[in-house]
């Protein structure tokens, strides 16, 4: 009896030893520290499809919103930990864009139905506006866009917003184009129209002169059997030029102007069809229009 305690401690010593020893081992190696931490996904994805957007608010940048392509609007106010759905009662389970006003976070915008052409896309019934950060949101129109690509809110203005509209999918017409806003989504003005196959998929601003902005067209179709796309309406890029008048347009007269109906003009109004004379900076700092064959000329100079 006495011999066999003996080995049963020598044998818990030497087990003892080989633990503290390894332990030792792997409190040096970093790698082994976490061996055991695995990225894991924080949602809404999980369940909920393709990610669209994000929009953080200002100020509270644990705090933000997640679009999704086929499940609605999440929110979150700890840094992803625990998402919230926020659009489930609403019209569409598709959203293609959410912004924060910039001025107020109280207000939220979003554009419903995703801006993607395959033939599991989801559609959607136009633009929602939240004026109490996100508690309810009220349908502000252009429910015949279907698929939105972007919302600009000007930074000077809340009331002014801007949107991308790249219209139904399936069928041509609709709320297809760049629209406008003065009055928070009262009222909307089709700014720019190119055809009614062509929608607006995507506008910019120019940080620092709000009145510039890009935006570039796409063309396209869907039928059971195929996608038609790129047609002669895509892959334009349009300069806005807001209230500048013809001093712009004198300094881009070597692009001339679009032909009707690639062009809505005003007072206000005008666009200048870019395509063959702007090209994207290929260490992708922005848009460029070459002045000549030998030099650039930025588009944020």
């Known amino acids: ?18 633990l503290a020893q390894d332990k030792d081992k792997k409190d040096d ?14 949602g809404p994805a999980v369940t909920s499809g393709r990610i669209t957007d994000f929009a953080m608010i200002p100020g509270s940048p644990h705090k933000f919103y997640a679009a999704t392509a086929s499940g609605g609007l999440w929110y979150t106010a700890n ?13 569409s389970y598709s959203i293609g864009d ?18 993607n052409s ?3 896309v989801g559609y959607g019934d136009g633009i929602y506006k939240s004026i109490d950060g996100g508690k309810s949101f009220q349908n502000v129109g252009l429910k015949d866009s279907q698929h939105i690509g972007k919302i600009i809110i000007d930074p000077r203005d809340s009331n002014i917003v801007y949107v991308a509209a790249q219209g139904p999918l399936w069928n041509e017409g609709g709320d297809r184009g760049l629209y406008k806003t003065t009055d928070g989504g009262e009222t909307w003005q089709k700014i720019l129209e190119i055809d009614e196959h062509t929608g607006v998929n995507e506008v910019i601003q120019n940080p620092d002169h709000p009145d510039l902005m890009l935006a570039t067209s796409y063309q396209r179709r869907r039928h059971v059997w195929v996608l038609i796309n790129g047609g002669p309406g895509s892959a ?3 300069l806005h030029l807001g209230m500048l008048g013809p001093r ?12 009707p109906p690639y062009r809505l003009v005003d007072n206000e109004h005008t666009w200048l069809d870019l395509t063959d004379i702007v090209f994207i ?13 030998e030099k650039g000329e930025a588009f944020w100079g």
């Open 1 to 18: 009896m006495k011999k066999f305690i003996a080995i049963l401690l020598s044998t818990t010593l030497l087990t003892t030893q080989a």
């Open 29 to 42: 190696d970093p790698a082994a520290i976490y061996a055991g931490i695995e990225f894991r996904a924080i």
């Open 79 to 91: 840094n992803g930990q625990i998402w919230s759905p926020v659009f489930d009662s609403y019209g």
């Open 98 to 115: 959410v912004e924060v006003d910039p001025n107020d976070a109280a207000i939220v915008w979003v554009g419903t139905g995703e801006n």
């Open 118 to 120: 395959q033939r599991s």
């Open 236 to 238: 334009s890029v349009w």
């Open 248 to 259: 712009r347009v004198e300094m881009l007269d070597d692009g001339g102007m679009p032909a």
């Open 281 to 293: 900076d290929p260490v992708g700092t922005g848009f460029s229009r070459p002045a000549s064959p």
